[in-house]
């Protein structure tokens, strides 16, 4: 799976104006060389609410989503995936329950499987403070 940059995954989002993960990844792909891609979007750029920018940077905490590829099972994805996000996840707390998962690992686990099957997307933390969710 490619790993694009915070900046660089928001323009994809905004060039395709949010209409699927697989024509963000696409856009990313093809534009991942551009000299201004990891650079931060002008404010100008920012898309309508509930867009990529939808989040208010005021708000006391964040959580931070995963968006998986519509058709692809949850378990294929997660074996490709779980040590990259769990890697992540402790680089920013060393406590699943600072990462909003009380019941630990496991709750986190299932509560993105039934959200990735419900919606292709789900949390693999919540209640950060933004610094940590970015």
């Known amino acids: 799976a490619a790993i694009f940059s915070y900046n660089g995954a928001r323009r994809a989002c905004v060039a395709v104006q949010n209409a699927s993960a697989e024509a963000a990844m696409e856009w990313a792909c093809q534009h991942q060389g551009d000299p201004d891609f990891d650079d931060p979007l002008p404010l100008s750029s920012a898309p309508p609410r509930g867009g990529v920018s939808g989040a208010d ?16 099972p949850f378990d294929l ?33 299932e509560t993105l499987r039934a959200q990735v099957a419900l919606s292709g997307e789900g949390p693999i933390a919540r209640g950060l403070v933004q610094a940590k969710a970015e």
Do not use: Y
Not at 79 to 108: C, F, H, I, R
């Open 77 to 109: 994805i997660w074996e490709m995936l779980e040590d990259p996000v769990k890697g992540a996840l402790t680089s920013v707390a060393n406590a699943w329950t600072a990462m909003g998962w009380a019941g630990g690992e496991a709750e986190m686990r």
């Open 57 to 72: 940077p005021r708000a006391p905490v964040w959580s931070v989503f995963i968006v998986l590829p519509a058709g692809i």
